[in-house]
């Protein structure tokens, strides 16, 4: 499964950003997906996930409220609308796919290349 990720970039704090990830396989909807962060010098943590069917969604509490995880699973992609963003939402985002929601990217199977995402005040 190869995972591309796009839709980054540098906003100011307040503005919106929109993340897709494309999935190159024939069974997408057989994945749960999630979308994890990296800032320099952190560890990478999960921001949101959903399960195969799209009826199950999970976030971070830093992510509750302004960001919003999604899918088609008829385009094989998930994508991840962010709202009101802040400098700390800054950093490298990761499109990842597994067999179940978990936390802790060592659960989960294959990963994007990641994108940039940098929100100035």
């Known amino acids: 499964v190869q995972l591309v990720e796009s839709g980054g970039g540098s906003v100011q704090a307040g503005d919106s950003l929109t993340l897709s990830c494309a999935a190159s396989?024939?069974?997408?909807?057989?994945?749960?997906m999630a979308w994890f962060r990296q800032a320099p010098g952190k560890e990478r943590t999960l921001v949101a996930a959903?399960?195969?069917?799209?009826?199950?969604?999970y976030y971070a509490d830093s992510a509750k409220g302004r960001f919003t995880i999604s899918r088609d699973n008829r385009k094989d992609t998930v994508y991840l609308q962010m709202d009101s963003l802040k400098p700390d939402d800054t950093a490298v985002y990761y499109c990842?796919?597994?067999?179940?929601?978990?936390?802790?990217?060592?659960?989960?199977?294959?990963w994007g290349q990641g994108t940039q995402v940098t929100v100035s005040s």
């Open positions: 990842t796919a597994g067999t179940s929601i978990s936390r802790s990217s060592r659960d989960y199977d294959y």
């Open positions: 396989t024939d069974t997408f909807d057989s994945y749960d």
């Open positions: 959903i399960n195969w069917s799209g009826g199950t969604t």
